[in-house]
T-cell receptor, first 114, second 113 residues
Framework: QKEVEQDPGPLSVPEGAIVSLNCTYS??????FMWYRQYSRKGPELLMYTYSSGNKEDGRFTAQVDKSSKYISLFIRDSQPSDSATYLCAMSARSGGSNYKLTFGKGTLLTVNP | DGGITQSPKYLFRKEGQNVTLSCEQNLNHDAMYWYRQDPGQGLRLIYY???????QKGDIAEGYSVSREKKESFPLTVTSAQKNPTAFYLC????????????FGPGTRLTVT
C-alpha cells in the first residue's frame, strides 16, 4: 500500500460547481497536511495547510482532515475556469528539521468548463 | 521580487552527457530541495539541503549529484549514470522550521535522447 493515494482523475466540472478532491494515507505519523496547485508546465504553489485534524477555510477553498479515517479533502466552492489545474496533496510527520520529508500524492487533474 | 528561478526552462542533451540544472532563490531560505516529476508519478525527492555545505539523499538520488556552496544556490547535476533522465525537474526552498511550506521554481524540462 502506498503511503499516499490520490485519484488522478481527470475530473471535469461545469463552472460554479462544488469540487471535492481527496487523498487517503496509511502513515499515522502524518500531522501536517498540504494542498498544492500546479498549473500546466509550472511549479506547484501551496494553497493551504492544516495541522492535525479539523477544517480550514480560505475564501472558496476548504481543507478537511479526518485523522481517524486517514482521509483528507479539499473543497472548492463556486469553481472557476481559472481553478483548472492539477491539485497535489502532501503530508509530513513534522514541521521541519533534519531528515524532513514531504510525501506527495500523484495529483488530480481538474478542468472547470465555462 | 522574491522567488526561485530555474534555468533553462527546456534542456536537451544526448545520452551519456552530464548536465547541470540551475536553481537560485532570494527568499533567504535555509532549506532547498530537488524533485523529479514524471507523468502519473507525482513528485519524488532527489536531494535536499538544510544548510550550506550539507545535503542529504532523497528517495531517488542514484545518478544525481548536488552541491550547496551558497545559501542562494543549489545546482543539480544529472549524470550519465541516471538510467532514465528525461523528466520535469523542480527546485523548491523553505524555512527550516516550516519545511511543509515549500516554494517551488518554474521547473526545467530535461529531454535526453
Amino acid at each position: 500500500q502506498k503511503e499516499v493515494e490520490q485519484d488522478p482523475g481527470p475530473l471535469s466540472v461545469p463552472e460554479g460547481a462544488i469540487v471535492s478532491l481527496n487523498c487517503t494515507y496509511s502513515n499515522s505519523a502524518f500531522q501536517y497536511f498540504m494542498w498544492y496547485r500546479q498549473y500546466s508546465r509550472k511549479g506547484p504553489e501551496l494553497l493551504m495547510y492544516t495541522y492535525s485534524s479539523g477544517n480550514k477555510e480560505d475564501g472558496r477553498f476548504t481543507a478537511q482532515v479526518d485523522k481517524s479515517s486517514k482521509y483528507i479533502s479539499l473543497f472548492i466552492r463556486d469553481s472557476q475556469p481559472s481553478d483548472s489545474a492539477t491539485y497535489l496533496c502532501a503530508m509530513s510527520a513534522r514541521s521541519g528539521g533534519s531528515n524532513y520529508k514531504l510525501t506527495f500524492g500523484k495529483g488530480t487533474l481538474l478542468t472547470v468548463n465555462p | 521580487d522574491g522567488g526561485i528561478t530555474q534555468s533553462p526552462k527546456y534542456l536537451f542533451r544526448k545520452e551519456g552527457q552530464n548536465v547541470t540544472l540551475s536553481c537560485e532563490q532570494n527568499l533567504n531560505h535555509d532549506a532547498m530541495y530537488w524533485y523529479r516529476q514524471d507523468p502519473g508519478q507525482g513528485l519524488r525527492l532527489i536531494y535536499y539541503s538544510q544548510i550550506v555545505n550539507d545535503f542529504q539523499k532523497g528517495d531517488i538520488a542514484e545518478g544525481y549529484s548536488v552541491s550547496r556552496e551558497k545559501k542562494e544556490s543549489f545546482p543539480l547535476t544529472v549524470t550519465s549514470a541516471q538510467k532514465n533522465p528525461t523528466a520535469f525537474y523542480l527546485c523548491a526552498s523553505s524555512l527550516t522550521g516550516t519545511s511543509y511550506e515549500q516554494y517551488f521554481g518554474p521547473g526545467t524540462r530535461l529531454t535526453v535522447t
